[in-house]
């Protein structure tokens, strides 16, 4: 590969191990996959690697023969001999510390292992990747790449919960908001696409997918956002409540003899689209299911249509007015019914929705009429490309 400057970007889970080879000479991806049920039995490995996508089942007890499978595969393919220069590492919560990326320390280590406290799905197999690609790649700079990053100047009044102060400030607990390399890039896309610079904008920024958060970006700064302490708050999500009234959370553990696991498991899992529609929790089959007359399917998609609704106008009053909104991640790029059904109700914006631009275009495009006074966007997230980014800087 010669003079390549090769990025290896890795995104652990509890039982899954994303990665994303990039050459950052081009900010091209050469390599990408995922294994996926580490630990449990039977392993699957799926991978691409120079536009051929394989798919294998094996044993992968723990992430770090999951890890040694994929970099076999890297070797034999696109790498052979050429070094890896750099590890970007996805790290949900970066706590109250954490305001930008970081080179990895066994402190930076510890400390993502103590935000477990706000982050107990996420962030303990996030420093176990970390580990695990810190004893395969002894001798390359690591780097943390936190979820929580864009949104840590937020000011206070929209990031304080009104509980008493004291206990916020002994624990820490506050909006501190996720998906900051998402809104990040797309919010600058848009900008591009708009062909004025992001410092100028007032954007509103929805990534819409199996979790969903909208942010307000004020001239490339995120000044509030829907998740909170917890990627818990906000919209309704695939399986997540989304923002209830916290008397439910007393009363279902109280009447349903619930304790916390299974109070955290009912709301982390068990609810938004998959718990009212009672369907799935993939948006493609709660359309379908919609389409054919369930109503619980078309209640589940009139909330999630509403309460992105609800969040685009209480951000225009945050930004005092709004230059662009913008859909992104999986329901966000590819449901056309949900950005018409949003934008149908923003006339009030000054919102003028380009219907054939809607349905028929694809990637990144603008689908507002030239005469509207918002432009809304289409941009396909790339929080991995972001995240080599972060690496190199
Ligand atoms: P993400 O978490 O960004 O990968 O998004 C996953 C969600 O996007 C799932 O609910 C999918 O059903 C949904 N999704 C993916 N493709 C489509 C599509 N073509 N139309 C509607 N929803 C989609």
Do not use: W
């Amino acid at each position: 590969m010669g003079e390549t400057v090769l990025v290896l970007v890795l995104n652990a889970g509890s039982s899954s191990l994303k990665f994303n080879l990039f050459d950052m000479g081009k900010e091209v991806s050469v390599a990408e996959g995922n294994a996926e049920r580490i630990g449990l039995g039977e392993a699957n490995l799926a991978y691409t690697i120079e536009g051929e996508k394989r798919k294998e089942a094996m044993p992968l007890p723990t992430h770090r023969e999951a890890l040694e499978a994929i970099l076999e595969r890297l070797r034999s393919t696109v790498l052979h001999d050429t070094p890896i220069h750099a590890v970007g590492h996805r790290v949900v919560h970066g706590g109250p510390k954490y305001g930008d990326s970081v080179l990895i320390t066994e402190e930076v280590i510890r400390d993502v292992e103590h935000f477990a406290m706000y982050a107990p799905l996420h962030n303990p197999a996030n420093a176990m990747g970390i580990r695990t690609a810190m004893a395969a790649f002894p001798d390359v700079p690591h780097v943390a790449v936190f979820d929580t990053a864009f949104h840590h100047n937020i000011p206070d009044h929209a990031r304080t919960y009104g509980i008493p102060y004291e206990l916020s400030q002994k624990y820490g607990i506050r909006r501190y908001g996720f998906h900051g390399t998402s809104h990040a890039y797309v919010a600058a896309r848009t900008a591009i696409l708009l062909c004025r610079p992001l410092r100028s904008l007032r954007v509103v920024t929805c990534h819409i997918g199996n979790g969903t958060s909208i942010c307000a970006v004020d001239h490339g700064k995120s000044v509030d956002t829907s998740m909170g302490m917890t990627p818990l708050q906000g919209v309704i999500m695939g399986t997540r409540c989304g923002t209830i009234d916290p008397s439910v959370v007393e009363m279902l553990m109280e009447y349903e003899h619930l304790d916390y696991n299974a109070i955290t498991d009912l709301l982390n899992k068990k609810s938004g689209l998959l718990g009212i529609s009672g369907v799935s929790s993939d948006f493609r089959e709660i359309e379908l299911a919609a389409d054919a007359g369930n109503d619980r399917a078309r209640l589940a998609r009139d909330l999630l249509t509403y309460n992105v609704r609800q969040y685009i106008g209480a951000y225009a009053t945050v930004l005092n007015g709004v230059d662009a909104i913008t859909f992104t991640a999986g329901i966000g790029t590819h449901s056309t019914y949900v950005r018409s059904k949003v934008c149908s109700k923003l006339s009030f914006l000054g919102v003028e929705l380009d219907h054939e631009a809607n349905e028929q275009g694809t990637g990144e495009r603008i689908i507002t009429t030239p005469g509207s006074r918002v432009v809304v966007t289409v941009v396909p997230t790339n929080e991995e490309l972001m995240i080599a980014r972060e690496t190199i800087r």
